[in-house]
């Protein structure tokens, strides 16, 4: 599924709104979890997930290629953990442990 | 390092639906029940097997994984970890490079 087929079919479930405002909904939720992460915040959705932002080191890596060293600046990665009633559904509502 | 944020705080429900009834004009009570519609159904989506791709956001992924052999890091006793689903997520490049505090990312999925 992409984000229009998700768009369409809350729009399809709410007659009441424009498919216009479904669209500014779902980028409203998705741009606040970027936004909360690019601040350093995290996200907590109880049941759903978590997201956060994980620091990395700078790092001396290398061009597979070629084999020469570059510079790897400290960066930030965007990490997801998934929640504990995700992971049941997932199982049909076996709880496997982490 | 750059700059230590100010207390990092966690964002909840109550904020994305805060998002929504900034931007678009409905009422708060209606901008909760639609975040909590749009993570029901990826959840929903996820749960029938099917990938999501947001994009400029990124990918909820499911994948299979089969039995393996793990150990319990503290007594060293190998216990077999039953085959599971699990469910990851992908940034998409544009999360990446916002998260890095680019204003502009527009490299495209």
Do not use: C, W
């Amino acid at each position: 599924m992409i984000k229009s087929e998700l768009v369409l079919k809350i729009a399809e479930r709410n007659p009441h709104l424009y498919q216009r405002d479904v669209e500014n909904i779902v980028n409203a939720i998705l741009g606040e979890i970027t936004s909360a992460l690019s601040r350093g915040d995290r996200v907590e959705l109880r049941g759903f997930g978590a997201f956060s932002a994980k620091q990395r080191r700078a790092r001396q890596g290398r061009n597979p290629r070629t084999g020469s060293q570059v510079k790897v600046d400290e960066k930030a990665v965007p990490f997801f953990k998934a929640g504990k009633e995700m992971r049941m559904r997932l199982n049909n509502g076996i709880d496997l442990g982490e | 390092m750059a700059k230590a944020p100010q207390v990092a705080k966690t964002v909840t429900r109550a904020d994305l639906a805060e998002a929504v009834y900034q931007r678009v004009g409905l009422s708060r009570t209606e901008s909760a029940e639609l975040v909590e519609t749009v993570l029901a159904e990826i959840s929903d989506v996820l749960v029938n097997g099917a990938n999501v791709k947001l994009s400029s956001f990124g990918s909820f992924l499911v994948r299979s994984k089969s039995e393996r052999i793990g150990r319990n890091p503290k007594t060293g006793v190998e216990v077999p970890i039953t085959p599971r689903r699990v469910m990851v997520f992908k940034p998409s490049n544009i999360m990446k490079g916002r998260v890095n505090g680019d204003v502009v990312a527009d490299e495209a999925e």
